[in-house]
């Protein structure tokens, strides 16, 4: 339980000493880190605790964000501004919040199993720094204090944030049919072919168009956003005797992550939305979230095409209603590809497995791919 990891590593004079090596143990022990990382771990806390000036940074790191809880940006930028070889000491830091966060924790109830699902993203970034550095370490900080301040939650194959909905969409349903419809709100520059102007980079200054919503007090009119996740420039009339809002900016929502490094079956994702909303209910009565969403690479609604209707990535898609946003193929080469990469250096990719070549045949051709949003209502399909 919480209370006995805290004990255990609280010293004789009631405070808990990060940079102790008994502390370092036991915490990669409670989250499982693997062997090798967790000799990381040790070696660093070695060289800190023989730096005078270095663990005086490293306690004073650690205070600001985990014990009173300053802003995060100004510090994380602090810590990656050390540099990549610096990694492993903004993992210690990170791993001296461990007692902090189980606060939080404790707090609300929630089951240790989360919170040890939940901070294994660490390992994963681990591994990623040390593919692009060469070494262990962090460099995810902006993303990871989402786990380790306690907003982000892995429940089941997917991680989950409470966030403010902010895609410039009202979502409606029809009051008999359940039908849902997405109007796009108004000031959204779009091109002809209904994606955002400027998506990969293409501007249609020509056919393009802006979109318009109005509210009379009747009835609401504006540009409808079909099922490919493209707007349509003609108008629609949705009489509000016929249509209820369920969604539009400033709602609470659900916002969903994919993190890697198991199969996304879609039974899974089913089991993980499940969770959430019982999780949000017991952990959260306060926050009633509206909305699944999600903006990812995953929702290119060029998969639709390119893939089997079968697969995980297709059936992830039907779960969600499309909508389009400003994006490119970036997020799209980064992680079918695993690094960073540009349209340029294509030649240069690894084609080995069936979506690496898929992707791969489809931009060689001069096509392009872009990420997407997109909405999957709370309530409808969760039981």
Request: glycine share 8%; net charge neutral; proline share 6%.
């Amino acid at each position: 339980m919480y209370r006995d990891f805290i004990q255990q590593v609280t010293g004789p004079d009631g405070r808990v000493d990060f940079l102790d090596p008994s502390y370092v143990a036991q915490a990669c022990e409670y989250l499982n880190v693997p062997a090798e990382i967790a000799e990381a771990f040790r070696a660093e806390t070695e060289r800190i605790r023989g730096d005078a000036e270095r663990a005086r940074r490293a306690v004073s790191f650690h205070r600001e964000l985990f014990v009173e809880k300053r802003p995060a940006k100004p510090i994380n930028d602090q810590l990656l501004a050390m540099g990549p070889a610096s990694g492993m000491f903004a993992a210690v830091v990170y791993l001296g919040g461990l007692p902090q966060v189980m606060e939080v924790y404790e707090a609300k109830g929630i089951p240790e199993h989360v919170l040890i699902d939940t901070l294994g993203d660490m390992v994963i970034w681990m591994r990623h720094h040390r593919n692009k550095y060469g070494a262990w370490g962090l460099s995810q900080l902006h993303w990871l204090i989402r786990h380790w301040s306690g907003q982000l939650f892995k429940l089941g194959r997917l991680q989950f944030m409470n966030i403010a909905y902010d895609k410039p969409v009202k979502a409606f349903r029809h009051k008999a049919t359940g039908r849902v419809l997405a109007l796009a709100d108004s000031g959204v520059r779009f091109r002809a072919d209904g994606q955002v102007d400027g998506t990969n980079g293409n501007f249609d200054p020509e056919g393009g168009w802006t979109s318009h919503y109005a509210f009379d007090g009747k009835a609401h009119a504006g540009n409808p956003i079909g099922p490919d996740g493209s707007a349509s420039r003609e108008t629609v009339v949705l009489p509000a005797g016929e249509w209820e809002l369920v969604l539009q900016r400033g709602d609470p929502v659900l916002d969903v992550h994919i993190p890697e490094g198991e199969k996304m079956a879609h039974e899974r994702c089913l089991d993980s939305y499940r969770r959430a909303v019982v999780f949000w209910a017991d952990h959260f009565p306060e926050t009633r979230p509206k909305a699944f969403v999600c903006t990812s690479w995953l929702l290119s609604p060029q998969f639709r095409t390119l893939l089997p209707p079968d697969s995980n990535i297709v059936r992830f898609q039907r779960d969600y209603y499309v909508t389009p946003v400003l994006s490119d193929e970036e997020q799209t080469l980064e992680r079918v590809f695993g690094f960073r990469t540009k349209l340029e250096h294509l030649p240069n990719v690894p084609r080995e497995t069936s979506l690496q070549k898929i992707v791969y045949d489809y931009l060689a051709s001069g096509r392009r791919i872009h990420g997407a949003a997109g909405f999957r209502l709370i309530g409808e399909r969760e039981t």
